[in-house]
């Protein structure tokens, strides 16, 4: 299966945040086909959509109400079948986000099981109470108790919700629900989509609910991650569903490691095409991802070769809707913006795996400008901002950690030229835009011609027509405080790409006199030395 979308670049759109067509401030699907003919340009070959159904959007679209219609601030389901078949046209495949954890309490389902229907109880994860005291001690993603009363306080009934109070969990026990679940992926894949990004999947089965060892964060983990119920309904929806239509997942799947990301992907158990790992995402925090520490380039590179030559098939991502931007977080986004971003990216393809960018890395959009809480949306960073306080944390601090850490940062609106609105919208934008959309947005890039884009664009004409930069081994050549290198080599050819960490000038630690396959400086560095975030892929001359 793998091989099928091994080679795809798929590109995330975040709807809210794309494109809107009506000047409502929130972007939308007929937006998102004004842009086909762009995404096109970039090269890459798959769409993943984060969600886009009917939601009361707690969580941005990820409290879903309806799994079978389009939330109307995007557009209706006529939008979605036109969306679809133009990137048809275009020779592009779309996948959808499959948020099946949990949906929104808003959902019909939740809303009869509170009503009374025993059948649709038995949908969610409802348990008693003891004595006053909640079903068991587990923590919650969103920094909240995951217990919520279900219904009278009489009855200490309550149900559980990872995530935040408006998205409950699915009970993955009762055979309704996958039923119900299998029907709304075949109702996708009939209409054209070409597979799923799997919501947090490997948390979905839950299989004891005993109390859990304490931790900083998520007490009671061990009691669901990558569980062998997770494994088995896995295997069943591919052979009942996915296979049936030579679907292709990713699933995000917080906390494995590599031998359960092995499990998960492996083609005899028949799970997953592929995973989201975190590891190297968490290369920058202490405990929880709220509490960042400086950024040691060498922690990152550490954790990629561990993952490039532990897992044979990885995907390779710096961002997504969820992470601060990596420019300003692994590279400076001041006076090195360009040579940052670009080095990144070059890091990223040159990676063996399927590459995943998100909407604006291709043109080094940096994080929020956001001054105060007043200016943020996320439901998250509320919610750490409120545990904070209980922690007794005073407000500079609070605001410090959530400026840097809400995925808010990743989430402003996309920058695509310099006028009112940043070419974004005509209206009032949902959230704040990034005031340098004067200066980074997609028709500037544009008019550069060795601007990010151009560089980005070239870098996926390359992954595309290398076979070395496709299936090439990986073996690192230089991890140290601030250059990274690693060759790729298949059939005796080799490639090695050299990525500085620095935004000075440093001696570089490997030879660099092979020839430039691409560079993100225009002209050759003097002998033995890196520019600011120099980023080189090499040709062996002498394997040549
Ligand atoms: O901590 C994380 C990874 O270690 C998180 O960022 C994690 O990816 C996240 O909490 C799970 O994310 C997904 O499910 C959430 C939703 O809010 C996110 O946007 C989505 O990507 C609940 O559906």
């Not at 557009?75 to 949990?102: P, Q």
């Not at 309904?233 to 031998?259: C, N, P, W």
């Not at 060498?298 to 710096?318: E, F, P, R």
Request: charged content about 30%.
């Amino acid at each position: 299966m793998l091989s099928k979308y091994k080679d795809s670049i798929v590109y995330q759109i975040y709807p809210r945040s794309f494109c809107d067509s009506d000047g409502d401030g929130v972007g939308d699907i007929r937006g998102i086909i004004s842009k086909l003919d762009y995404i096109s340009s970039l090269g890459v070959d798959v769409i993943w959509l984060s969600p886009v159904y009917k939601s009361p959007n707690d969580d941005n679209g990820y409290d879903i109400s309806d799994y079978k219609d389009i939330q109307p601030e995007f557009g209706t389901m006529a939008d979605f079948d036109e969306l679809l078949a133009e990137a048809k046209r275009r020779e592009i495949k779309i996948i959808m986000d499959l948020v099946i954890n949990h949906t929104s309490d808003e959902h019909e389902w939740f809303r009869r099981a509170k009503a009374g229907e025993e059948k649709y109880k038995n949908y969610y994860i409802i348990k008693k109470g003891k004595n006053g005291k909640l079903p068991n001690n587990w923590g919650n993603f969103f920094a909240e108790c995951p217990w919520e009363p279900f219904g009278d306080p009489a009855n200490e009934e309550y149900y559980l919700h990872l995530f935040s109070k408006k998205q409950p969990d699915l009970n993955w026990y009762n055979p309704e629900v996958y039923d119900e679940i299998a029907d709304i992926m075949r109702f996708w894949l009939e209409r054209g989509v070409a597979g799923f990004r799997c919501d947090v999947i490997n948390v979905i089965f839950k299989e004891s609910f005993a109390d859990g060892e304490k931790h900083l964060a998520l007490t009671g983990k061990e009691h669901y991650l990558s569980t062998e119920g997770c494994h088995k309904i896995l295997q069943s929806l591919r052979r009942d569903v996915m296979d049936k239509y030579e679907a292709f997942t990713v699933g995000e799947t917080v906390m494995v490691d590599i031998q359960k990301a092995k499990d998960l992907t492996d083609i005899e158990r028949g799970e997953l095409d592929m995973v989201f790992a975190f590891e190297h995402m968490e290369c920058d925090q202490i405990g929880v991802k709220w509490f960042k520490t400086r950024f040691k380039p060498k922690k990152l590179m550490k954790i990629l070769t561990k993952w490039q030559t532990g897992l044979d098939w990885n995907t390779c991502y710096l961002e997504n809707h969820d992470q601060p931007r990596s420019v300003g977080r692994f590279v400076d986004s001041g006076e090195h913006r360009e040579a940052g971003a670009k080095m990144l990216l070059g890091l990223l393809f040159a990676l063996r795996g399927t590459t995943y960018i998100y909407q604006g890395q291709e043109i080094g959009m940096t994080n929020g400008a956001f001054e105060s809480l007043d200016e943020i949306m996320d439901i998250e960073s509320h919610n750490v901002d409120k545990m904070a306080r209980t922690l007794g944390i005073i407000n500079p601090f609070r605001w410090h950690l959530i400026k840097r850490t809400s995925r808010d940062n990743a989430r402003t609106p996309m920058q695509w030229s310099a006028e009112d609105g940043a070419g974004f919208t005509k209206g009032a934008p949902w959230l704040k835009i990034n005031p340098n959309y004067k200066t980074v947005n997609v028709e500037k890039e544009e008019s550069t011609e060795d601007g990010i884009l151009s560089f980005f664009r070239r870098l996926t004409k390359l992954k595309k027509s290398s076979d070395i930069l496709r299936d090439g081994s990986f073996t690192e050549v230089y991890a140290g405080k601030n250059v990274y290198a690693f060759s790729r080599e298949l059939n005796g050819k080799k490639l090695i790409a050299v990525c500085s960490f620095s935004k000075k000038e440093v001696k570089s630690p490997i030879d660099t006199s092979g020839d430039i396959i691409l560079s993100n400086y225009e002209k050759r560095s003097a002998v033995g030395k890196l520019r600011p975030y120099e980023f080189l892929l090499i040709g062996d001359s002498r394997e040549k």
